[in-house]
């Protein structure tokens, strides 16, 4: 297990900071912001400093119901050997659905959602994790996440699901500390009981950031203060085992770097204080001991039992798989898929599952990725289509996750598009709201901003002459052509109703 230390994450918006920070063992980048051949001036200084570089993954969808692209995991792979990575993590958690599976077009969350505590839902992810494992070339780490919503009918714990999920795959887990107590706000869930039920041996590092409570719901922001409730989770995982590196999360409203250096400070005195000043591991039969208690102490597949798989990831030949995504507007498909149909490939089906509901290792039963695949586009379709709640789950909830997304997405175009907020002022907010709502994201937050200003253009929006002037300038800038004239448009219209009297 490599050993991190005390690490911070490397965003442009403090670079410099992060580099005079004193006491910054490691770094963490998120994958996606880098390029493989042009790394940036700032994380070339730290590597040559002797500074660890992890990227972390955050577009893998390693929880849903397809399987990992390829083109994804060899990008991936590139950036953890530019970087010279020790490991590279991503998040458990699906961020499209709908396509070849659901027989629908695609959609795009643009952020990490909840995968089921299911044993379909396991059984698809040990696959994808085992994908995944194969494709890179040092080993991977898996993040909890933090959720708005539950699924109803879970058939595990959190820490149950995570258990099964190390012991069928040997992959390692990334415990975001921040995440367990938001969904000890949200969703009711004991930190500690959580914790007690992880496979803590199978530690790479932990997470630790701040975020708010508001109306009853926290949001995990990564954009305020560590606070005290989660320092305190912090403190009961480091009292079960001494974590090999911890890394403060910040994303947004930068504080001035004495703050940035105040809060890794508490964070080392709380590892300090919580462990004793020491740091050890579980030894190799220690960990092997407590592994079969737990397995057993919740039903699950115990080591020796035939359901392990645990592979030295490290030494992995690459396997890269073919993959496709359709395209287009979003209707949820009114009927199950029928089994053994994966994208236009037969899946093998599995065996039967035994007295604690799994299968064996290696196999996927018959319609575990279809039964998931439907089920996945229905929540996603009610969050970012404006299609009906999904029975069973909590619509308020859905409504508040709903907005959420909305705001991210503003966020996160007004970032790649700096432009439009400026030409369109106060109003873009409100403007990219209303469009967001029932206009699903299909290819990315680039493809997201076209599209917004081409629904504003064909509106004859903005009102004012030169701020649309303006806007049409930057569109053709970036899209090469004339915004599409009202012909156009009732030919999609009218592709889009026959869509969905086909669907129907």
């Given at each position: ?179 367990l107590h938001t969904n000890h706000v949200n969703r009711g869930e004991d930190p500690a009981k959580a914790l007690a039920d992880l496979p803590v041996e199978a530690l790479a590092y932990v997470h630790v950031a701040g975020g708010l409570e508001r109306d009853g719901v926290w949001h995990d922001t990564h954009a305020h203060p560590v606070p005290p409730e989660v320092l305190a989770v912090l403190s009961d995982l480091a009292s079960r085992v001494s974590p090999p590196g911890a890394l403060l999360e910040r994303d947004d409203h930068f504080p001035p770097a004495e703050e940035l250096a105040s809060e890794l400070a508490t964070i080392r ?236």
């Amino acid at each position: 297990m490599t050993e991190l230390g005390i690490g911070i994450g490397w965003r442009p918006e403090i670079a410099e900071a992060v580099e005079a920070l004193p006491g910054v063992d490691w770094v963490e980048v998120v994958a996606e912001n880098l390029c493989a051949g042009h790394l940036p001036d700032s994380l070339t200084r730290l590597r040559a400093r002797g500074v660890t570089v992890v990227p972390h993954g955050v577009s893998l969808g390693l929880g849903g119901a397809d399987r990992p692209d390829a083109g994804r995991l060899a990008d991936l792979a590139a950036k953890a050997t530019a970087l010279g990575a020790p490991l590279v993590t991503e998040h458990i958690a699906f961020v499209r659905a709908g396509g070849a599976l659901t027989a629908t077009p695609a959609l795009e969350a643009g952020h990490l959602l909840p995968v089921p505590r299911t044993w379909d839902a396991l059984e698809v992810l040990c696959e994808n994790v085992r994908i995944a494992q194969d494709a890179l070339p040092v080993p991977l780490a898996l993040e909890n996440i933090a959720a708005l919503v539950r699924w109803p009918g879970e058939e595990l714990t959190e820490g149950q699901f995570l258990a099964e999920l190390v012991e069928r795959t040997g992959v390692r887990l990334l415990i975001d500390v921040a995440n367990l107590h938001t969904n000890h706000v949200n969703r009711g869930e004991d930190p500690a009981k959580a914790l007690a039920d992880l496979p803590v041996e199978a530690l790479a590092y932990v997470h630790v950031a701040g975020g708010l409570e508001r109306d009853g719901v926290w949001h995990d922001t990564h954009a305020h203060p560590v606070p005290p409730e989660v320092l305190a989770v912090l403190s009961d995982l480091a009292s079960r085992v001494s974590p090999p590196g911890a890394l403060l999360e910040r994303d947004d409203h930068f504080p001035p770097a004495e703050e940035l250096a105040s809060e890794l400070a508490t964070i080392r005195r709380t590892l300090r204080t919580a462990t004793g000043g020491a740091a050890s591991v579980p030894a190799t039969a220690e960990v092997a001991a407590d592994s079969v208690a737990r397995s057993a102490a919740h039903g699950l597949a115990a080591p020796g039992s035939g359901l392990a798989a645990v592979d030295d990831v490290a030494e992995r030949p690459l396997l890269i798989g073919a993959g496709a995504r359709a395209s287009g507007g979003f209707m949820p498909a009114p009927h199950p898929v029928p089994a053994g149909t994966d994208g236009g490939a037969a899946v093998p089906e599995g065996p039967e599952r035994g007295r604690n509901g799994t299968a064996s290792p290696g196999t996927v039963s018959g319609g575990a990725r279809e039964r998931l695949a439907l089920a996945q586009a229905a929540l996603l379709s009610a969050l970012v289509a404006g299609t009906p709640v999904p029975e069973g789950f909590d619509a308020r909830r859905l409504g508040v996750q709903s907005r959420a997304l909305v705001a991210k997405r503003a966020g996160v175009i007004a970032k790649v598009a700096p432009e439009l907020p400026e030409i369109l002022g106060t109003g873009f907010r409100a403007a990219f709201s209303s469009y967001a709502l029932t206009r699903p994201m299909t290819g990315g937050y680039r493809r997201d901003a076209l599209d917004f200003v081409e629904h504003l253009l064909v509106a004859g929006r903005p009102e004012d002459p030169e701020a649309r002037r303006r806007l049409t300038h930057w569109w053709q800038d970036r899209a090469g052509a004339r915004p599409p004239g009202r012909a156009t448009r009732l030919a999609r219209a009218a592709r889009a109703a026959f869509a969905g009297r086909w669907a129907a």
